[in-house]
């Protein structure tokens, strides 16, 4: 679903990726809302993205989509077990759960935790790092959500989180008081090795700062450690310092540093290093000097590192990691939903001590918690304590709100409620009332795993009238006739038409949809369908076809 309340990102950084308010901000304009479209009538908030069958590649190698194949791991080794198995995760963005009313879809952490310990359950050792992104920038949930997330990853045993884009916007400091400040010297630790001045900016206690330049895992009963470091690259620091300007965040050289902490970790003697870099696998050269810039060439700069974990500027991920010397520069995707594994097995040979395997995971709904161990996982327990926490807080209240464009030109219009829109279009009316629309409401009052998505704003915005509007929905209680999905989601605020059903200028403003002036058929069903996608888009609505669709509302 599209975020509306983040800025968009810069071509050389991923731009495609969700710009959605709520995980926290407001996801979608309520007059475009589902437009003229269906909701579909067994609308499950709690669904499952995509149902890609697993991906599976052996060892890595650039190029080609993800392979598709029944099983996961085919090509690795089957006459022995690897030595440690990293999980690879990143730019979830705040999806904590799909966020859609159609199967099938993929992503969530109750998924990615029962993956993991899937993995356990084979007694593979895991090592968790998670790039960073992982709540959305800004709106009224984004750091209640990123210290949930941040809680979820430590359930699931991680050992590192970068921080990206997201995080800085928050700003940093925000985001860091919600989980690390309590969790000080705990997993995951937060990375940014080329974040200056980190214990005189983010202080935590003893003398230690609440951002980290590296960190070791494993180590123990035969497991190699690995070494882990995060770096956020040129291009987003030089962004960030344009963009954002935190006086508190100012960013070093990455190759200094880099140097710097390669020398540190030698002291801990891990046989895997490990690189989270905030930037794209290449980035464009800029300069008289032409610099080369991004994941492959600090692979090229430093063999030390066998896996890079990179930003992907395209929501799907490649179904392959790609080989720069003897490192895996490897990107995961968007919203969560895919995971990377790196499987590592010793070789004996000095000069090449593991070999590596990639495995690019869809989190299907196989990984779903069956129901008689519900209360048993604890991730969604988590995710039930965080919807309680957005209800007992009305979280709904501080969402803000603007004008309508409608009330930009009519400031006295106000919201209504389909009821009063029965006794002048009743054949319209009616049409809506026998739609999926009229009913939209009641499907988050039953959801559940987690329940109380009616008090959740990101959930709200596409099943009411007018969420982020003045004089629009506020809570089932206040106004109960703004609930469902009505005539003024698509037509905005309709008081001032009944009280002048013959202003022309009004008249335009609330059916934007009729065909303009010069507009043939199809670019006028592209406009209205593009409206409908608000809500209708490829996460909520996996099987939306506007042909289809559309005639069950026409009206």
Known sequence: MVKDDQVHREETLPTDRPEHGPPTGLRRPAWKLVALAVIAAAISIAAVMHGLQPSVSGPAEAGAPPPKAPQLFRDWPTDKEPDVVLVLSGQAYGY?????CSKPQYGGLERRYNFIQSLKQRNWPVVAVDLGDVAQRSGPQSQLKYGYAMRALQLMGYSAAGIGEDELAMPLMDALVQFTLQNLGKQPHVLAAN???KKENFPGDQGRSMVDSWTVAGGK?????VGVTGIVGVKLAEK?????????????DNGKTIAAVLKEMQAEKPELSVLLYQGLPAEEEQGKDRVRRGAKALAGRFPEFQVILTLTREEEPPGTAERVGNTLVI??????????????FRTGQQNRPFDLYYQLVPLIEDYETPQ???????VLRLLEEYTQEVKRDNYLAKYPRQKHPVQLSFPKATYVGSEACKKCHKEAFNIWQNSGHS???????????????????ECVVCHVVGFQYDTGYRDDKQTAHLKNVGCESCHGPGSAHINNKNDQKLHALMNPWKRQPGENDKQHKNRVDQ???KCHDTDNDVHWDFDKKWPKVAH
Do not use: W
Not at 96 to 100: L, T
Not at 221 to 225: D, E, L, M, S, T
Not at 439 to 452: D, Q, S
């Open 240 to 252: 960030v310092e344009k963009e954002i300007r935190d006086p508190m965040v100012r960013f070093g």
């Open 531 to 533: 409206s409908c996608q």
């Open 331 to 344: 990107g995961v995707g968007h919203k969560g939903r895919y995971v990377g594994v790196v499987g590592a």
């Open 439 to 457: 009913n939209a409401f009641a499907a988050l009052v039953t959801a559940k795993r987690p329940a109380l998505r009616q008090f959740d704003g």
């Open 96 to 100: 904590m759960q799909p966020c859609g």
């Open 195 to 197: 974040l200056l001045n």
């Open 372 to 378: 008689e161990k519900a209360a048993t996982n604890p």
């Open 221 to 225: 009963n035969g497991v190699p450690k």
